[in-house]
């Protein structure tokens, strides 16, 4: 599975953005997803993850912003990013795995990363 990240880019602190991820393989429905962040200086950190069957899971600092969906039949995933803060920026990275690896920060495959700056 190769992932492609996209939608990154400069917001002001309080507005949207939708990330996406695009996924080859025939073999996409069948992995978990998930987004992770980087910001400068600091260790990645998980961001939320998606089941095959669309279950969802989110870290605290983005619960009630931020909502990962999956859309199989395109093989992506989304990350609307709503709310945001100056300290959301980081660049955002996908990844396919199973559930409980992407929570704790593991993955099968990762994609290249995609920035997102929030201005104050």
């Known amino acids: 599975v190769q992932l492609q990240a996209s939608g990154g880019g400069l917001v002001q602190a309080g507005g949207s953005l939708r990330i996406s991820c695009a996924a080859s393989?025939?073999?996409?429905?069948?992995?978990?997803m998930g987004w992770f962040r980087q910001a400068p200086g600091k260790e990645r950190e998980f961001v939320a993850s998606?089941?095959?069957?669309?279950?969802?899971h989110y870290a605290d600092s983005v619960k009630g912003r931020f909502t990962i969906s999956r859309d199989n039949a395109k093989n992506t995933v989304y990350l609307q990013m709503n709310s945001l803060k100056p300290e959301d920026t980081a660049v955002y990275y996908c990844?396919?795995?199973?559930?409980?690896?992407?929570?704790?920060?593991?993955?099968?495959?990762w994609g290249q990363g995609t920035l997102v700056t929030v201005s104050s």
């Open positions: 990844a396919a795995g199973t559930l409980w690896d992407l929570r704790v920060g593991r993955a099968d495959y």
């Open positions: 393989g025939r073999t996409f429905s069948s992995y978990a």
């Open positions: 998606i089941s095959w069957s669309a279950h969802t």
